[in-house]
């Protein structure tokens, strides 16, 4: 089945569309990648999403505005992809869509929120559309988060030592072998927020990591922000930029006198370095394996690896699998195991009662049409 994955992280500045041509083998799910297209949100788009995330506020005039033009841009994405990448021969869609809340509280999560109706997609392309992946999950008592976890495991299984995939979105998080998953922190969250304050507006994110290279780790608001009560949180846990936003930066920052950029930036690079790091050996890992957008920026990538000597760093570009396009095929696959009836969790990572089928189907121009539920769930992802 070909497939195409979309997904827009919590740095929401795109939509990334994978496609993939999938096959149930045996015990696998053999993954053969077709290529990855990225599509920028509008500036417009992107500052109205920005200002409606906490800790801003917002009405249902603008949830209802921005659902239809995420959907929209989902759907361009996707249109683009499927003439681009499949030859106008893709056969389902799986849309994350791009989170806007993630309630948790009392260290359960009660809901979540995805927008981008995924009517816009299955219209503008005429396939049927799999999206709402997380709130499955979370009517079963887990976390919806990490999803990917499940994809991470079957991806790593066999593999010697004991690997750990870690993706560096706007969140960072990890999967271990023996499925335990968790977001450890904030990935790129706050140093985004951080150089787009800064800078006025101008920056999106740090560039190349080249204000972190230039500024030093200030120790008071380190140990400020690590005092943070998440990272003490037993897995399985889940956090967003509900917690991990601007206003968090500038609580910490309070008294502290007048801080150059750089070293904020440094200090926050840091941040997310030490508190992935510390997950990281919380599991034992002897590898790490990661992807996300935090992969490009080379300052924390060092300091990661300078964090956790004796354990080999890497990216899934080494291993195959596309850093930038990492997510995007995880979501294709669940797309897929949905279609044929099948769990896309692991209540090992997501806290969960029990394994769920995921998601909600919208129906594409010639209706729904499903293939045979598979016999036998698979283990192993394979890539081809």
């Known amino acids: 089945m070909r497939v195409i994955g979309l ?61 239809t033009l995420i959907g929209r841009a989902f759907a361009a994405a996707a249109v683009r992809a499927d003439r681009e990448l499949c030859g106008d021969q893709a056969e389902l869609i799986a849309s994350h869509g791009q989170t806007v809340f993630h309630w948790a509280e009392g260290g359960r999560v009660h809901g979540t929120l995805q927008l981008g109706q995924p009517a816009w997609i299955a219209e503008a392309t005429g396939l049927p559309v799999v999206a709402d992946f997380r709130p499955r999950d979370i009517a079963a008592g887990g976390q919806g988060a990490p999803l990917v976890s499940l994809v991470d495991r079957m991806w790593l299984r066999g593999r010697p030592g004991r690997p750990v995939a870690l993706n560096i979105g706007g969140i960072a998080n990890l999967t271990a072998p023996d499925g335990t998953a968790f977001d450890t922190g904030p990935g790129c969250a706050l140093t985004d927020a951080a150089a787009h304050g800064f800078s006025g507006g101008r920056l999106a994110y740090d560039v190349d990591g080249a204000l972190a ?44 006198g007048r801080l150059s950029a750089e070293d904020v930036i440094a200090t926050l ?101 499903l293939p045979p539920p598979a016999r036998e769930r698979p283990v192993r992802l394979v890539l081809g």
């Open 7 to 67: 997904m827009s992280g919590t740095s929401y500045d795109a939509v990334d569309a994978a496609a993939a041509d999938l096959e149930l083998v045996g015990d696998s799910v053999v993954l053969r990648p077709l290529g990855l297209v990225g599509a920028p949100y509008d500036d417009d788009l992107r500052a109205a999403l920005a200002a409606a995330l906490p800790p801003g506020t917002t009405s249902m005039a603008e949830v209802c505005r921005l659902d």
């Open 269 to 369: 690079a840091f941040l997310t370095a030490r508190t992935v790091a510390d997950a990281v050996r919380a599991v034992g890992a002897t590898e790490v394996i990661a992807s996300g957008g935090g992969t490009r920026n080379p300052a924390l990538m060092r300091t990661l690896a300078g964090l956790l000597p004796g354990v080999e760093l890497r990216t899934s570009d080494a291993l195959g699998l596309p850093s930038a396009a990492k997510e995007a095929y995880a979501f294709a696959v669940l797309g897929f195991l949905t279609v044929h009836g099948l769990p896309g969790t692991d209540p090992t990572s997501t806290g969960a009662r029990h394994p769920s089928v995921l998601g909600s189907l919208t129906p594409g121009r010639t209706g729904l049409r």
């Open 213 to 256: 290279a230039r500024g030093e780790v200030h120790q008071p608001l380190l140990e400020r922000l690590l005092g943070e009560p998440y990272y003490a949180l037993p897995a399985p846990k889940t956090t967003g930029k509900e917690l991990f936003h601007l206003g968090h930066l500038q609580e910490a920052l309070a008294g502290l």
